[in-house]
């Protein structure tokens, strides 16, 4: 398998690793894939007046994953959470140029952007 | 000094010894004769060559020369052995027995074969990667012709009781054919002595040139007949047609002379390396996990899972060490390995494994150099790793609800 530049450059320096406070009620979760398909996606945002101002990630995956969730976190701030809806799992693959086998990937990073949101809008749904 | 990458994937082939290419290279320019041109001494001088060769490997697994068949090495070798039995002794039995840790050359061939109407039966593993002698037992009927069962694996290393398989296979009147692709060159291999009618090998794992293998075919007690694969000339006693691969042949001959002399001191060495390897990892790291039996296998082998990482990411991050993992990822199908998940490792551990396959030319300086840089990619990997996280935090990963995908 080889890899593009941008993914090794994702995996070798991840954007935005590590976690928030899960219980901040600013802070979305979510988290997707299971352990037995080989990738497993956290994904974190904390939303302030509307705008994404952090995101932070942690991935169990092939490099790809890492990549596709990396660059997810940094396209993520300084979004609002309606534009943060909108990323597509199509736009990771051509910015990190995916082979076909790899698409998976992206479409996890997207469901975990998407999970996140969710998250957060029951959260503050329930307030 | 290290020299890069760091080649630590002996499983998948080694590189020629350059003894062996030395005795190779007169047979490409000067000695280029067809050793079955009969007439004149171009002829002659590859002949004999072959001759050598093939004496060569009979002594290393114990056999007379004349059953030695060269073939392009242990995929046709393992195909030759199962259709050819298949197809020769139809009229006595219907039914074969291999085991699901074969490799693929075995696997595919027998799934061919139910497609024409023989049955196969696939004997499990326990979770040392060994086969029961007693479900082997069971499992042979009045229909069956041919027991398949490998030698050593090429995944875990783990090595089979094959004189029992042998014994059990004789006193049935079974056939047994070995695949010892991963085995003949490593550990001592005696055909008489284990029981073995037919017996797989490849010169490319053994420090011989690629494109040439061998079947070993009992000629007495009994007599094992198999049809060819190919029509042709009637090269090797008929089983297998074509113009003999007379450089690579030479080459594999010395491979084999080479490990005969060297096995003994060789597999000392190598099994102390794979034990620094191995300790090394094992001190640094916890929630690491040998897959395969701690013992019965392979000195070269070493095959452990990384809980909370998962193997394409780890290799990736050892970019320059050559090594190969079970993971899904580093395969076209998407499943992990399919040998590990027979062992009853979860499909989490089977993404998270490395296969190291010490060999002939690796060094100390290598291992603790291999040992060092995992255990930095695994530490790495953890700490970008959500499950290690939740592990850390108490969180029994197996009570959580994952969205499969």
């Known amino acids: 398998m080889s890899y593009s530049a941008k993914v ?43 705008v994404i101002e952090d995101a932070k990630f942690k991935t169990f995956g092939c490099g790809s ?42 479409v996890l990073a997207e469901d975990a952007i998407k999970a996140a949101i969710a998250d957060f809008r029951k959260k503050n749904q329930a307030e | 000094m290290l020299k890069f990458p760091i080649f630590m994937d002996n499983h998948s082939t080694t590189p020629v010894d350059p003894r062996a290419l030395e005795a190779m290279l007169p047979y490409f320019t000067q000695k280029f004769g067809n050793s079955a041109s009969r007439n004149h001494a171009f002829g002659w001088e590859a002949e004999s060559a072959v001759d050598r060769a ?31 039995v ?3 002794y139809r009229d006595r039995g219907d039914h074969m027995i291999t085991v699901v840790t074969e490799h693929k050359a075995i696997l595919d061939t027998a799934k061919r074969l139910e497609k024409t109407g023989l049955s196969v039966t696939y004997l499990t593993v326990d979770s040392n990667g060994l086969i029961d002698l007693t479900a082997l037992r069971s499992a042979i009927t009045d229909k069956t012709i041919l027991i398949s069962i490998m030698l050593a694996n ?30 003949v060159g490593k550990v001592p291999v005696d055909v008489r002595a284990m029981g073995i009618d037919l017996l797989s ?31 042709g000339g009637g090269h090797e006693r008929g089983m297998r047609s074509g113009t003999l691969n007379v450089p690579a042949i030479v080459g594999f001959g010395m491979a084999c002379e080479i490990c005969e002399k060297e096995m003994a001191a060789e597999s000392a060495r190598l099994s102390q390396l794979r034990d620094r390897l191995s300790i090394r990892i094992l001190e640094a790291l916890d929630e690491v996990y040998l897959n395969g039996h701690p013992t019965q296998r ?59 396959g010490l060999g002939r030319f690796s060094t100390e300086e290598e291992v603790d150099y291999v040992a060092q840089r995992v255990i930095e990619s695994v530490r790495r990997l953890r700490e970008m790793s959500p499950l290690y996280e939740m592990a850390k935090e108490g969180i029994d990963l197996k009570s959580v609800q994952w969205a499969a995908h």
């Not at chain 2, 093939?54 to 259709?83: V, Y």
């Not at chain 2, 794992?205 to 075919?217: E, F, S, T």
Request: glycine letters at 10%; hydrophobic letters at 35%; one cysteine or more.
């Open chain 1, 8 to 50: 090794i450059d994702h995996y070798s320096n991840p954007r935005n690793m590590g976690s928030l406070d899960k219980n901040d009620p600013n802070v979305g979760t979510g988290i997707v894939g299971a352990p037995e398909c080989g990738d497993v996606m956290k994904l974190q945002l904390r939303v302030n007046d509307g």
């Open chain 1, 65 to 106: 994953a890492i990549a596709s969730s990396s660059l997810a976190t940094e396209w993520l701030k300084g979004k609002t959470v309606d534009e943060a809806f909108t990323i597509k799992n199509t736009d990771i693959v051509s910015e990190l140029s995916l082979p076909p086998v790899k698409i998976h990937c992206s």
């Open chain 2, 54 to 84: 093939r004496g060569q490997l009979a002594q290393l697994i114990h056999c007379d020369p004349k059953e030695i068949i060269f073939t392009s090495g242990a995929t046709e070798s393992n195909n030759l052995a199962l259709k050819g």
């Open chain 2, 86 to 88: 298949a197809e020769m």
């Open chain 2, 154 to 183: 090429n995944e875990i290393g783990v090595i089979q009781p094959i004189s029992e398989i042998g014994q059990l296979a004789k006193e049935r009147g079974v056939l047994f054919h070995c695949d010892a692709t991963q085995g």
């Open chain 2, 201 to 231: 090998c490849s010169a490319h794992k053994m420090y011989g040139p690629k494109g040439v293998g061998a079947l070993y075919v009992r000629k007495k007690n009994p007599r094992v007949r198999i049809a060819p694969l190919m029509d």
């Open chain 2, 298 to 356: 392979l000195a070269q082998n070493l095959n452990m899972s990384f809980a909370y990482v998962e193997g394409e990411s780890l290799l990736m991050g050892l970019k320059e060490v050559a090594l190969s993992s079970g993971s899904a990822c580093t395969t076209t199908t998407l499943e992990p390995s399919y040998v590990l998940r027979s062992l009853g490792v979860g499909s989490d551990l089977a993404h998270s494994s490395l296969r190291f």
